[in-house]
């Protein structure tokens, strides 16, 4: 079962109705998750590659200040 039809099924939606610059989002973890090894997940913050989202700042296009 895939998550989007999980999350129809209990009426959640991807992203809440308000969404403010200052609050963290955390998205949903897929029931069966890809992992990494453990050493990588500890300097990534996290074991699940899912929620790996790096700041790239400037390489990604943003500003030199970023």
């Known amino acids: 079962m895939d998550m989007k039809t999980v999350m129809e099924g209990y009426g959640v939606t991807p992203l809440p109705k308000d969404v403010t610059e200052t609050m963290?989002?955390?998205?949903?973890?897929?029931?069966?998750?890809?992992?990494?090894?453990?050493?990588?997940?500890?300097?990534?913050?996290?074991?699940?590659?899912?929620?790996?989202?790096?700041?790239c700042g400037s390489k990604c296009g943003g500003t030199d200040n970023d």
């Open 24 to 55: 963290a989002y955390v998205p949903f973890q897929p029931y069966s998750p890809e992992m990494c090894k453990a050493v990588l997940g500890y300097e990534n913050g996290t074991l699940f590659k899912a929620l790996h989202k790096p700041f």
